[in-house]
């Protein structure tokens, strides 16, 4: 989808504060927002656990036609439980508005961590691949879950629009280089389709961006030994989801790693970690990466000049005035750090 057009009229939008610390840094980050001048007029709705003790369901229909109405939407964690219980609201959610693409940009911001000058984007396909959760039990004699079946779906057309939009995308961001990741050696049907795919898509942008390709498992190390080579990163579901985790790391943690998930006509907007039970309502975690998120929103409708003001307040707190959260070595609450980014906007 591309970005619309420069505006100084007022963009509703969906503003889902979410589980665990996600109310926390959504407070933060709206108030960041709104020292910035950000056009947003938001519609809070209830997700997630927060959303079932309210209504019984964890993505209820308020929410669904919020977003649904505004086709836009900024998105604290939701919490899932691990196993059984409800699917996750984050992938329902991808299915349900068709957002296919998801973009995890790592850029260092903390000098001085393991790895300097880091800039990388993950460019995930978000609805297809192992994550469609097609999966069931095979009972044997007394065991109900003696046997344990998955499969994945991903689809030539699926293939195409991620790998045209990871093309595009580095088109437009000035990036010189798309690397295909895949597991094409062992899942050679499901993961192949996605590389014989991608390098068809690819001859397109011969001579205006580099392409190559690799096994996930070599790019997990290759990211550790040599990020640098990287530049955009593209691969199915459950790859992008583990290797972005991976990026996040190589840049100082969860607390800075945002993400979008972009589809046809609606765009989510959120961090890329989850609602971190450990350390939620100690008014501590680190609103840096949903901040970024909203930054990406911004630039999704035509506002750089806004992300690029709230980017620059960030990087001077944490480096002039060295305030910041615990994950980064520092001592401010969220609301402390959320108002000197505010002091340093005005
Ligand atoms: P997590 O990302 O919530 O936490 C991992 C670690 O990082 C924890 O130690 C946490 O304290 C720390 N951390 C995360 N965000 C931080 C921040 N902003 N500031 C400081 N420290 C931060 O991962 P988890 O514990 O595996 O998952 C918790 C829940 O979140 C699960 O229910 C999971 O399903 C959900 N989840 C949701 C999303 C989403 O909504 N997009 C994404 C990932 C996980």
């Known amino acids: 989808m591309a970005a619309k057009k420069a505006s100084k009229k007022e963009i509703p939008a969906t503003l889902v504060p979410g589980d665990g610390i996600g109310p926390e840094i959504t407070d933060a980050v709206v108030g960041i927002l709104e020292a910035a001048g950000a056009p947003f007029v938001w519609e809070t709705q209830q997700g997630g656990l927060a959303a079932i003790k309210e209504c019984g369901d964890p993505l209820p229909q308020a929410l669904l036609d919020s977003i649904r109405r505004t086709k836009l939407a900024l998105k604290g964690p939701l919490t899932t439980p691990v196993g059984g219980g409800f699917r996750s609201v984050n992938v329902r959610l991808r299915e349900e508005f068709e957002l296919y693409a998801n973009v995890r940009p790592a850029r260092t911001v903390m000098p001085g961590g393991r790895y300097e000058n880091i800039d990388l984007v993950l460019v995930r396909e978000n609805i297809e691949g192992l994550y469609v959760a097609f999966e069931h039990y095979i009972p044997i004699g007394d065991d109900p879950h003696a046997v344990a079946l998955g499969s994945g779906v991903n689809t030539r057309a699926g293939c195409r629009r991620i790998a045209e939009y990871a093309f595009e995308y580095a088109v437009r961001n000035n990036r010189k280089k798309v690397t295909i ?5 062992v899942m050679k049907i499901l993961t192949g389709l996605f590389l014989e795919t991608a390098r068809e898509v690819a001859k397109a942008y011969e001579g ?5 390709d690799r096994i996930v498992d070599a790019c997990a190390m290759q990211l550790v030994l040599d990020p640098w080579q990287f530049d955009v990163l593209l691969a199915t579901n459950l790859f992008g989801d583990i290797l972005s985790d991976e990026m996040a790391g190589l840049v100082g943690g969860l607390g800075l790693a ?13 961090a890329v970690h989850g609602s971190a039970p450990d350390i939620a309502g100690k008014g501590i975690a680190n609103p840096t990466a949903m901040l970024y998120a909203a930054c990406m929103m911004l630039d999704h409708v035509g506002r750089r000049d806004l992300g ?4 620059k307040a960030v990087d001077e707190t944490l480096h002039e005035d060295k305030i910041r959260t615990g994950d980064l070595g520092g001592k401010a609450s969220t609301a402390d750090y959320a108002k000197a980014v505010v002091r340093r906007l005005s």
Do not use: L, Y
């Not at 990741?181 to 050696?185: R, Y």
């Not at 993400?259 to 959120?270: S, V, Y």
């Open 308 to 311: 690029v003001r709230i980017r």
């Open 258 to 270: 945002p993400g979008a998930n972009i589809g046809i006509d609606t765009a989510i907007f959120e």
């Open 208 to 212: 205006k961006v580099e392409v190559n």
């Open 181 to 185: 990741i895949h597991k094409a050696n």
